[in-house]
């Protein structure tokens, strides 16, 4: 999947040639987390070209926000309107940044539960294929080629390099050593040592998801009991306490007498809050959800 910067319209190209100014701000700094996100995600940009970018993009972001936010509180006869328009800006723009800053990591995330996701079919895959008596290198092209995601195109590396005269067991340790994936890691360095020994792949391929399998299970058990809370408090917020809310509502409407708007206005509010907590809440299931499912 291509990679795009959030809440940025054009390429990264073009994003890089504009926010040159702001990238030679920044300090080269070595060992940079965001600097290895980049480089395993395969963007082509620096640390410091990215930080320029997220740093163009908020001041583009708080002058534009600026200028809406305080004509609009303007048009509407909003005292201090700059004052309240900036904050409102600076809150908008800030958070927006905070988003680009932590994306690169949130991409790798997503990567590592595509390919874990992924694992286990691939290795069945390949232990059909080797018992079937087909090379290994003819194998690793086959699972490149198919719809395994991402792993897909982690085997792409490999059979590039293997194919450019590397040996097999080296480009698979040096993937194993720049992969997050700790499943993937364990796997692809199994199958290197393997390979070096001159050992059964049929077998090591066989003991690999024998382990997955049993790891998927703990993983599923774990989710059932993160779920058990999660269940609680989505029926506490979202059933018990909105049909207390409305209750109380109306009983306090009625008896100090409220305007009609204001009421309504109240209603409407706790509409919206109910609604948010269970986008919210879905947002946290998918998050929660193991790594191998």
Known sequence: MKFVIPFTFSSIKKLKSRSRPFSSRFRHKKDSSLEGYLEWIGVDLTREEYLGIVSRSFVNLFLSLLIIFSVTLMIFGIKSFYLIGGGLALLFAGFISFSQLAYPRVRISRKEKNIERNLIF????????????????DILTNISNSKYGELSVEFKKAVKRIGSGEPESKVLADLSASSHSVFFKRT???????LNAGSDMSAIIRDNIKTLNEEQMIQIQNYGNKLNPLVMMYMLISVIVPALSVSF?????S???????????????LFVMVVLFQIMFLGLIKSKRPSLL
Do not use: R, Y
Not at 122 to 137: C, H, K, R, V, Y
Not at 249 to 253: E, S
């Open 188 to 194: 692809l360095w199994q199958i290197s040592n393997g």
């Open 255 to 269: 008896m100090i007498g409220l305007e009609e708007n204001l009421t309504k206005g109240m209603f409407v509010g």
């Open 249 to 253: 509502m109306t009983v306090v409407a």
């Open 122 to 137: 691939a290795l069945e895959d390949i232990l059909i294929q080797l018992n079937s008596g087909i090379p290994l290198f």
